[in-house]
């Protein structure tokens, strides 16, 4: 990767404010050194791995009914995640900020919860929760229901597992526009409904959209949790990452690369969507600067414009 | 030290914040440099630092040029809007910070730092808050704490940002009578830039008035209030009424007031500005040759100085006079009744005809 | 709600959308790690003892956080370069660089294990110029704290990140006019100010790791005193129907990921109160 830093630039900061031109190389070479070694040289391997042996055999690893079977599980884990947690999201965000309450702080740690237990225990609690020796298991098998080793469990692990994504993204977003205009709306006279519509919603579009594509990145990925409640039945309660272990354990390793190269595919589209996100909601604050700014091109001045006392013309 | 600026220009895109500045800054004085936001005053003090490099133009120090010079070794105190303390600091810290970051060889003991800062913080009476954190302090101590931390390193220059730009009104006129103190104390040449001309009259011993990246007019305050160099000087510092007229060969009317204006002498009918300070309005209920019937339209008479808003009878438009506020109640001065006026002293300046230089910043 | 009182507001749906978010946050979250709990007291504290006390398991605690806490410090070194060089310097394709950051939250960790796997394994990229030198990647605990550090790769970066970009310059500047060596900028100025920040990085990376599965599996091989991991050990008991066996070394990781948890909350308690003016 070429680099330049600046420093041929005409407004070249003075010495004492930056660092000496080889001390920034190193800087730069070391810290991009790095990210390649453990970001881009794996990205690469995963598509080259796949590809190993032809574009054809990569083609043909997907001609398999497991690895379809796999891909539709995942799509269908995702879409449950997203919307439960979706919904559970906007209205913890709703209860959150535009509410003030006690326990509201044990209520935000609590929804943190999930991000600080292992996925494996994720697993763990429900096949504690739901398995055959489980609190509900004599119930559940008395009304031959089946959660743990089937669909309905590794739903529920996975939503376990993306539970705070959503609301993480949209309390701070809420936080920081406040109530005021809900409130306007609702002196004017909307209902509940109308207020979340047609005020809150388009405030916290692009807030939500970035916490659901972390969400379903995070659900399509989900091994640990899954892997304790699924069982690895294949064909049935395999998701695309368990697919993709059952393949590379078998040493099917340009099948479970060309599996693997489909959710890096996926990933690297949520970045670019986050990407995209950041850069829009970042243009709409420079924007917002750029107006309030606008007639002050030296940044440090005063804020205050001079009052200029004066008479108009007789 | 004495400081010469020397054809500094610097351009941000193409925006020109300075363009091409010549300065001398005598040593031992205290001057400002006035100016509204964006006129570029800012990036000149930040040059004469050196915490900004110019495009062209050198700063010289003593007549030393100090441009490969780097902000560490200049010698420079620089006290920022902000204070920009350190927060993580105690006051004492903040204040010692400059003689702890000197080299082994030439940082002193550390019973001598502690004198020194101890020294420093009664300087500026607050010696009692030492073990405190700056967020713990008012903003007018902190910026006596900046000070303070700026001339800990007995910088030959003491250079400052809007100083006072971030207080209220009341700490600001006591910091700016403080600072006047504390200069007149160490002699110290020092330069600050301020939007406020009563701060910039107060204060200093001389004033350099910046509009548009240029210099517009130096002097001393009284210099810089008797005799504006221009429009633009004219309305900045100070109220101000303006007449419109022309001009003829030495004869200007202005308002409908005819005056001999001899500097104008060869000038063919040009459009010109008449400036008359409010208090240079003489209002009188005799119709002398030379002055102008008008409407008292009200009078605002609180403290000693009244001022009395006038719409002239024959135009539109409002102008002001100021008196004291005994004359209004002697003469019993009405809101509604006609006087006369005249003005006692007027400066007319041409008005540029479009498009050679800018038009005056009439309104 | 007697206990929850709140501010009058006009807006409406508190009760519906607080009643929601609680009921769902106790059926999904509560009443699951509650079975935990529940479970757990169906021994007794003697079993409970000897169970997370066994010599297996007391190694892999070792390892885990081992292994985690060198994740997490090579990525407070390198994290904190990242965030500075993005922050602070210009070069082509930064842009691209920031946004490939988040590369390990987006990618599935099993995806992570197999290319990784991989590229150490004796045949692989990387491993092959290891291999000589004696550097064993795969199946040992390099192997983990490689894989641990992809995962927790962005925490440190994107905590000081923001940090880095809100320091006023000002208090920099000042610093250079007092006489300030830009190395002492840094020490002095700089490094006290974004502390907070790598230290919350430095908790969550380790928080992740600690936990970390999926992409452990493939690369350490699972050697049990050797390299086998905290969760893989329980996933281990849970495949062989030790339920409860795995219940208490699963209350005992949750013990530790609490009080982390504890320690993160309150490092940015701490960290916003300091930051208060």
């Given amino acids: ?314 | 030290m004495s400081i010469s600026i020397r054809k500094v220009t610097k351009r941000y895109k193409r925006f020109h914040a300075l363009d091409d500045i010549s300065l001398e800054i005598p040593e031992g004085q205290l001057v400002a440099l006035l100016g509204p936001s964006g006129s570029g005053k800012t990036t000149l003090l930040r040059i004469i630092a050196g915490l900004d490099q110019p495009d062209s133009g050198s700063v010289l120090f003593h007549g030393a040029d100090a441009g490969k010079a780097s902000i560490r070794d200049r010698k420079v105190g620089f006290v920022f809007q902000h204070y920009a303390l350190f927060r993580h600091m105690t006051i004492f810290d903040n204040v010692a910070f400059g003689l702890a970051v000197r080299p082994r060889e030439s940082r002193p003991s550390k019973a001598d730092i502690n004198d020194k800062v101890h020294r420093l913080l009664e300087m500026v009476q607050l010696d009692w808050c030492a073990d405190r954190y700056p967020h713990q302090l008012s903003g007018g101590q902190r910026q006596r704490i900046a000070l303070a931390r700026a001339l800990a390193v007995e910088p030959s220059v003491l250079l400052l940002d809007e100083p006072f730009g971030a207080l209220d009104a009341k700490v600001r006129a006591e910091l700016r009578r403080w600072l006047r103190r504390l200069h007149d104390d160490t002699g110290i040449t020092s330069v600050f830039v301020t939007h406020d001309q009563e701060e910039a009259m107060e204060v200093s011993d001389r004033v350099v008035v910046i509009n548009n990246g240029k210099v517009e007019q130096e002097g001393t305050p009284a210099d810089i209030y008797d005799h504006p160099a221009s429009p633009f000087v004219f309305q900045f510092i100070g109220n101000v009424n303006l007449f419109q007229g022309r001009v003829h060969q030495g004869w200007a009317n202005v308002g409908g007031v005819k005056l001999e204006m001899p500097e104008h002498g060869s000038v063919e009918d040009a459009p010109a500005i008449g400036y008359v300070r409010p208090h240079d309005v003489v209002v009188t209920r005799h119709n002398d040759e030379g002055s102008l019937a008008a409407t008292i339209r009200h009078i605002h008479a609180i403290g000693p100085l009244a001022r009395v808003e006038l719409t002239p009878q024959k135009q539109s438009g409002v102008f002001e006079a100021q008196m004291p506020s005994e004359v209004v109640k002697s003469m019993h001065l009405e809101v509604g009744e006609t006087v006369y006026v005249a003005p006692r002293k007027v400066k007319v300046f041409i008005e540029p005809s479009p498009g050679s230089s800018p038009p005056p910043p009439a309104t | ?277």
């Fill in chain 1, 1 to 314: 990767m070429r680099e330049t830093v600046t420093i041929a630039r005409p407004h070249a900061k003075p010495r004492a404010l930056t660092e000496p031109r080889w001390v920034r190389y190193t800087l730069t070479a070391l810290a991009l050194g790095f990210l390649a070694l453990f970001l881009l040289i794996p990205l690469v391997a995963v598509f080259w791995e796949a590809l190993s042996k032809g574009f054809g055999t990569y083609l043909a690893s997907f001609h398999d009914v497991y690895a379809w079977h796999a891909i539709k599980l995942t799509l269908i884990v995702v879409a449950a995640s997203v919307i439960c947690n979706g919904v559970f999201g906007i209205t913890a965000a709703w209860a959150i900020t535009k509410f003030s309450f006690r326990g509201k702080s044990l209520l935000l740690t609590l929804i943190d919860l999930p991000f600080a237990v292992s996925p494996v225990i994720a697993g763990l609690i429900f096949v504690l929760l739901f398995g055959l020796q489980g609190v509900f298991g004599p119930w559940l098998r008395d009304h031959d229901l089946k959660m743990i080793f089937a669909v309905p469990g590794i739903v529920l692990a996975t939503m376990f597992i993306t539970f705070p994504f959503v609301a993480r993204e949209l309390i701070p977003v809420m936080q920081s526009q406040g109530t005021e205009e809900e409130e306007a709306a609702r002196v004017l006279g909307a209902g509940g409904w109308r207020i979340f519509w047609r005020i809150t919603l388009p405030n916290i579009k692009w807030g939500l959209l970035y916490g659901l594509i972390l969400c379903s990145a995070r659900a399509m990925g989900e091994f640990g949790a899954v892997s304790v409640v699924s069982g690895h039945i294949s064909g049935r309660t395999n998701t695309l990452p368990l697919h993709i272990e059952i393949l590379y354990n078998e040493y099917q390793f340009v099948s479970a690369f060309a599996c693997a190269s489909l959710l890096t595919l996926l990933a690297l589209v949520t970045l670019v969507v986050k990407s995209l996100v950041e850069w829009h909601t970042h243009r709409i604050e420079a924007l917002a600067e750029a107006e309030a700014f606008e007639d002050r091109p030296e940044g440090a001045d005063s804020p205050h414009q001079p009052l200029h006392p004066h008479r108009d013309h007789p």
């Fill in chain 3, 1 to 277: 709600m007697p206990i929850l009182l709140h501010k009058r507001s006009i807006l409406p749906g508190f009760g519906l959308t607080l009643g929601f978010t609680v009921l769902y946050l106790g059926l999904l979250v509560l009443l699951p790690l509650s079975a935990l709990v529940i479970k757990t007291l169906d021994m007794t504290w003697a079993q409970f003892w000897s169970t997370v006390t066994a010599p297996q398991v007391v190694a892999s605690y070792k390892l885990s956080f081992g292994t985690a806490l060198a994740a997490a410090a090579i990525n407070v070194v390198f994290g904190l370069l990242v965030a500075w060089v993005l922050v602070r310097y210009h070069f082509y394709g930064k842009r691209f660089v920031d946004a490939m950051v988040d590369l390990p939250f987006a990618l599935p960790t099993a995806v992570a294990g197999i290319a990784l796997t991989s590229l150490y394994a004796p045949t692989g990229w990387i491993g092959q110029w290891l291999e000589p030198l004696g550097i064993r990647v795969v199946f040992a605990p390099l192997g983990i704290i490689v894989a641990l550090t992809f995962i927790s790769l962005p925490f440190v970066v994107r905590t000081v990140q923001p940090v880095l970009e809100d320091l006023g310059k000002e208090v920099e500047e000042a610093a250079a006019s007092l006489g300030a060596s830009r190395l002492q900028i840094f020490t002095h100025i700089i490094l006290p100010e974004l502390w907070p920040a790598i230290l919350t990085g430095f908790a969550l990376a380790f928080a992740r790791a600690v936990g970390e599965f999926g992409s452990i599996v493939f690369i350490s091989g699972n050697i049990p005193m050797k390299t086998e991991i905290t969760p893989l050990l329980i996933f281990s008991k849970l495949e062989q129907f030790r339920y409860a066996e795995a219940t208490a070394i699963g209350v005992v990781m949750l013990g530790a990921s609490f009080i982390l948890l504890l320690v993160i909350n309150f490092m940015q308690r701490w960290a916003n109160k300091r930051m208060a003016f």
